[in-house]
């Protein structure tokens, strides 16, 4: 399973666009990339999943170069209800559910 | 609510006593996993489900932790002889075997060992 390296912890305003990046070196052929929002006391809720390029949806963008090596997800115009810990995870459908959370991202959003 | 129910949501219990747990996964997801998450770090797998297959365990899943999964359907998770180590936020996810995935989480039951 590749393991996932993110940022500690991250700071940002209200309206402003917030990046996080993932490095995944040892990402395998079959593994997809996903990513998960907790808010305290709460399970983590799936934000994102992408396999390459450019994956866009209602809520977030996740970018995926060509080597698949990192990501980046992109929260567009952050409010004060998106601080919360980010979480990126690889893996495909037979071992995802086993991929490890490590301790994700703490953003703060501040008004 | 078609979500992932967990219950109960909180367990305060006394060391040494045996806590059981139950998750209900969304009906027509066929893969259930358990975690453990304690506080300031990512949720830790512990076993994962495949309709009634218990297909895989944790290291972290010591012999006083037992899970099952009856004909497939709702989960439980058990312990025995419970420590203080053992306090936790434990959670339940599910999802579809078939392509590209996503887990819905439940919502938790928050563990505490006095």
């Known amino acids: 399973l590749a393991k996932t390296t993110q940022p500690i912890s991250m700071d940002s305003y209200e309206g402003q666009e917030v990046n996080i990046t993932c490095s995944h070196n040892n990402i395998a052929t079959n593994d997809y990339i996903t990513w998960y929002q907790q808010f305290p006391s709460q399970g983590p809720r799936f934000i994102i999943q992408?396999?390459?390029t450019k994956v866009t949806n209602e809520v977030a963008s996740l970018f995926i170069p060509a080597d698949r090596k990192s990501s980046t997800l992109s929260l567009p115009r952050v409010s004060l209800s998106d601080t919360a810990v980010y979480y990126c995870?690889?893996?495909?459908?037979?071992?995802?559910?086993?991929?490890?959370f490590g301790d994700g991202t703490t953003l703060t959003v501040k008004p | 609510d078609t979500g992932v129910s967990q219950n109960p949501r909180h367990k305060i219990t006394k060391r040494g006593q045996n806590v059981t747990f139950r998750c209900d996964p969304i009906?027509?997801?066929?893969?259930l996993y358990w975690y453990r998450q304690t506080l300031g770090q990512g949720p830790e797998f512990l076993t994962y489900?495949?309709?009634?297959?218990?297909?895989?365990k944790s290291r972290l899943l010591s012999d006083r932790f037992s899970a099952e999964r009856p004909k497939g359907s709702f989960s439980t998770l058990e312990i025995q002889r419970t420590e203080q180590g053992d306090s936790a936020m434990y959670l339940c996810a599910s999802h579809a075997v078939a392509g590209p995935y996503e887990q819905y989480f439940g919502p938790g039951t928050r563990l505490t060992v006095t």
């Open positions: 009906s027509e997801h066929n893969r």
């Open positions: 995870l690889v893996g495909d459908s037979t071992n995802a559910g086993k991929s490890t």
């Open positions: 992408g396999y390459k």
């Open positions: 489900f495949q309709n009634e297959a218990q297909l895989e």
